[in-house]
């Protein structure tokens, strides 16, 4: 089945792409969410437009995450988590810490989905994420994890 794609679909395509999926796949779980819809002749002259509008828009944009870019990669985020003596994390450092990390030390915000762990973050020390903000800015933000008790051991001298 050919589909129009109308938003990111992971391992599938970006946004405004024609792609073959089985049957079941476009019709029970893509086209109602409206993640697609199908391309017949209609949709596929009107996906022209939908190219020139959404690359209008995203080059509007560029400026914008190019800044929000350059603010998050000039800072190296520390993210606090309770660990174990041996520096093993008591849960692990999602993509929701990123985020919140980036509010509160780089003055950035942004979506959580458009942050990936390039590792798994279950213990002390220092990482790295990628902001997937455009398909040509996607910066490398570095990041070190540090246990609770050493900023408010740091604080209180």
Do not use: C, W
């Amino acid at each position: 089945m050919q589909i129009i794609l109308l938003t990111d679909v992971e391992n599938l395509g970006n946004a405004n792409e024609v792609a073959t999926v089985k049957d079941g796949y476009g019709r029970n779980f893509l086209i109602p969410r409206g993640m697609a819809v199908v391309a017949n002749k209609t949709n596929l002259a009107n996906l022209k437009e939908l190219v020139r509008q959404h690359d209008a828009r995203e080059n509007k944009m560029l400026g914008t995450y190019q800044d929000l870019a350059a603010k998050a990669t000039n800072v190296t985020l520390r993210i606090t988590a309770k660990a174990g003596e041996s520096g093993k994390l008591f849960g692990s450092v999602n993509a929701s810490h990123i985020v919140d990390a980036l509010a509160s030390q780089a003055g950035v915000t942004i979506d959580r989905k458009k942050v990936t762990l390039n590792e798994d973050v279950k213990e002390l020390g220092s990482y790295t994420a990628t902001l997937k903000l455009h398909k040509e800015v996607q910066p490398i933000v570095n990041f070190e994890v540090v246990p609770e008790n050493t900023l408010a051991e740091a604080a209180a001298e």
